[in-house]
């Protein structure tokens, strides 16, 4: 669906991915292993474009549900791929994905068998106020090392990943089981509240298209 002229999001790949349409495509997250089709099937009947026009795949972070198709569109498409410093190792392989917190662990390694990441080695290592793609790079770690946002200033646009939920009604942070570090987390929400954006998009839950940067920062206020 197109959330505003330029900004689609692709339905139904279990993690939410969006769609810059410029000249070329811009790809923020791809959702779990198995949903490049529906990805695919999106750029060439929605947009009438080719998986050449991809030019470019930003990861909010290395979970598996925002990089599952990252290697299959790359190939298929030549895109660079980007990523924040902190989580390259993961994205790559190096590094093997930790467990989450409490119970979820045990589930988490049998989804493995069936979910196995294909790793890639990304093409740019973001950090911290670099410019992508139009899109200002934001580090909000404690999801993970390197979790982003990004900020696109001219549409007053932010992609948070996982930072942040919007579930049509209420924010909500990161499940604190799937979240490395909760106190770096908060800290990460309480800096992007000082931001000045409208629209807020989310890698779950639905988009929130008005005064997002009010809501975001009543919600800062809540945390301890």
Same mark, same amino acid.
């Given at each position: 669906?197109?959330?505003?002229?330029?900004?689609?999001?692709?339905?139904?790949?279990?993690?939410?991915?969006?769609?810059?349409?410029?000249?070329?495509?811009?790809?923020?997250?791809?959702?779990?292993?198995? @949903?490049? $089709?529906?990805?695919?099937?999106?750029?060439?009947? *929605?947009?009438?474009? =080719? +998986?050449?026009?991809?030019?470019?795949? !930003?990861?909010?972070?290395?979970?598996?549900?925002?990089?599952?198709?990252?290697?299959?569109?790359?190939?298929?498409?030549?895109?660079?791929?980007?990523?924040?410093?902190?989580?390259?190792?993961?994205?790559?392989?190096?590094?093997?994905?930790?467990?989450?917190?409490?119970?979820?662990?045990?589930?988490?390694?049998?989804?493995?068998?069936?979910?196995?990441?294909?790793?890639?080695?990304?093409?740019? @290592?973001? $950090?911290?106020?670099?410019?992508?793609?139009?899109? *200002?790079?934001?580090? =909000? +770690?404690?999801?993970?090392?390197?979790? !982003?946002?990004?900020?696109?200033?001219?549409?007053?646009?932010?992609?948070?990943?996982?930072?942040?939920?919007?579930?049509?009604?209420?924010?909500?942070?990161?499940?604190?089981?799937?979240?490395?570090?909760?106190?770096?987390?908060?800290?990460?929400?309480?800096?992007?509240?000082?931001?000045?954006?409208?629209?807020?998009?989310?890698?779950?839950?639905?988009?929130?298209?008005?005064?997002?940067?009010?809501?975001?920062?009543?919600?800062?206020?809540?945390?301890?």
């Amino acid at each position: 669906m197109e959330i505003i002229p330029g900004i689609h999001q692709v339905d139904g790949v279990n993690g939410n991915c969006y769609i810059i349409v410029r000249d070329k495509l811009i790809l923020i997250d791809t959702g779990l292993p198995r @949903s490049s $089709k529906k990805i695919l099937n999106y750029i060439e009947d *929605t947009l009438k474009r =080719t +998986p050449s026009d991809l030019s470019t795949i !930003i990861l909010t972070h290395y979970h598996i549900d925002h990089t599952g198709n990252v290697c299959e569109l790359k190939n298929l498409s030549g895109a660079t791929v980007a990523v924040h410093a902190a989580d390259a190792d993961f994205v790559s392989g190096k590094k093997p994905h930790p467990a989450p917190k409490g119970r979820l662990g045990l589930p988490y390694r049998l989804l493995g068998i069936f979910f196995r990441p294909a790793f890639v080695e990304p093409d740019i @290592s973001l $950090k911290n106020g670099d410019t992508i793609a139009g899109l *200002t790079c934001i580090h =909000t +770690p404690g999801h993970t090392p390197g979790s !982003i946002c990004l900020f696109d200033p001219v549409a007053k646009v932010l992609f948070v990943g996982d930072i942040l939920k919007y579930d049509g009604e209420k924010i909500s942070g990161a499940p604190p089981q799937f979240t490395m570090d909760s106190e770096e987390a908060q800290r990460s929400i309480k800096m992007i509240a000082t931001l000045d954006f409208t629209i807020l998009l989310c890698g779950h839950g639905k988009p929130l298209t008005s005064g997002a940067a009010e809501k975001v920062r009543i919600f800062a206020q809540s945390l301890s």
